[in-house]
């Protein structure tokens, strides 16, 4: 590819990050039951430094996004009907057990988290970079859909762990942030206490 065409290529998955954005905020108006949104300090994320976000108010099935280090970091407190899908698709995904090196060691399950209530993720596309859409709604992909994550830009899917299916163009599981549970109500991320570091 010439650098041109990577420019274009770059640019393009850039309008569609942003059309993604506002797109999956009108959406998520519909689909979803409570989308919120938290910015850190401009101090704190100049700093790179890590961030604690209080997830006492939110509800099952609801998502939350922070940003870290310039990128969304979701939070989604999932049921346990969405829970019980995981082990449904593993025969569909392409590292089911979490094999590549896309999360701290202690994410390394079928819910990819330190509680299985509680989803902690990268929220950008392992493909080209565009942020996928929060999906949870059963049957609203496509028929057999469970819930999971829905990229626009080039049509890849993942489960409700991040865990990518076979068959979409996006390589990986979606990236687990290092973080940690000061409280039963206090998530720390960009931090945990093993010293993970990810780009
Ligand atoms: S960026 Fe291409 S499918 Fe997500």
């Known amino acids: 590819m010439s650098s041109n065409e990577e420019v274009d290529q770059e640019r393009r998955c850039f309008l569609r990050r942003a059309t993604t954005a506002v797109g999956g905020i009108g959406l998520a108006v519909g689909a979803v039951p409570f989308v919120s949104y938290w910015l850190p300090s401009t101090d704190t994320e100049a700093a790179g430094e890590p961030i604690e976000v209080d997830i006492s108010a939110l509800k099952p099935i609801e998502q939350l996004t922070v940003v870290w280090r310039g990128k969304p970091i979701w939070l989604i407190r ?96 979606l990236v687990i942030p290092p973080y940690t549970y000061l409280s039963d109500t206090l998530v720390q991320i960009g931090k945990d206490k093993e010293g993970t570091e990810i780009e």
Not at 107 to 136: D, M, Q, W
């Open 78 to 173: 999932r049921t346990q009907a969405m829970l019980d899908t995981l082990p449904k698709l593993n025969n569909l995904l392409r590292d089911p057990n979490s094999e590549e090196d896309q999360q701290p060691s202690y994410a390394k399950n079928i819910y990819r988290s330190l509680k299985p209530e509680f989803f902690i993720a990268v929220g950008v596309c392992t493909h080209l970079g565009c942020i996928p859409t929060y999906r949870p709604d059963v049957g609203g992909v496509s028929a057999d859909w469970l819930g999971g994550f829905y990229c626009p830009c080039h049509g890849s899917l993942y489960d409700l762990a991040g865990r990518v299916f076979k068959g979409v163009p996006a390589p990986k599981n």
